[in-house]
């Protein structure tokens, strides 16, 4: 459970600092990069639901399903973009001005 409170903080708090807006690419490089998550299909270690192993992309599903994140597609003729904002429960459990606590935290501000 905290590991899980822990991964919905860190991903709601990346795309909100991304003035609440950030495509599923960009979002999957930086957990790569800063995080070591490798990709969408990347089991996750020491997460668990259900008793199951968690990839990426099945956190990310639950964190919409669970209204943490508001999933958006955008489609062309040739592409598919995704794009996440921060959904209804976010806001309510996370107030702005607790990121920006976080964020002075995190910066030593």
């Not at 598919?80 to 964020?103: D, Q």
């Amino acid at each position: 459970e905290l590991i899980y409170n822990g991964y919905v903080l860190l991903i709601v708090s990346i795309v909100s600092l991304s003035n609440n807006n950030m495509n599923q690419t960009e979002l999957v490089e930086l957990l790569k990069k800063h995080f070591g998550i490798e990709g969408l299909s990347s089991t996750i270690e020491g997460l668990n639901l259900n008793n199951s192993d968690v990839t990426l992309e099945d956190l990310l599903k639950a964190l919409e399903k669970n209204e943490y994140l508001f999933k958006s597609v955008i489609r062309d003729d040739m592409d598919e973009v995704i794009e996440y904002s921060i959904g209804r429960r976010a806001k309510a459990e996370f107030p702005k001005e607790s990121m920006v606590e976080l964020v002075r935290f995190v910066y030593g501000l």
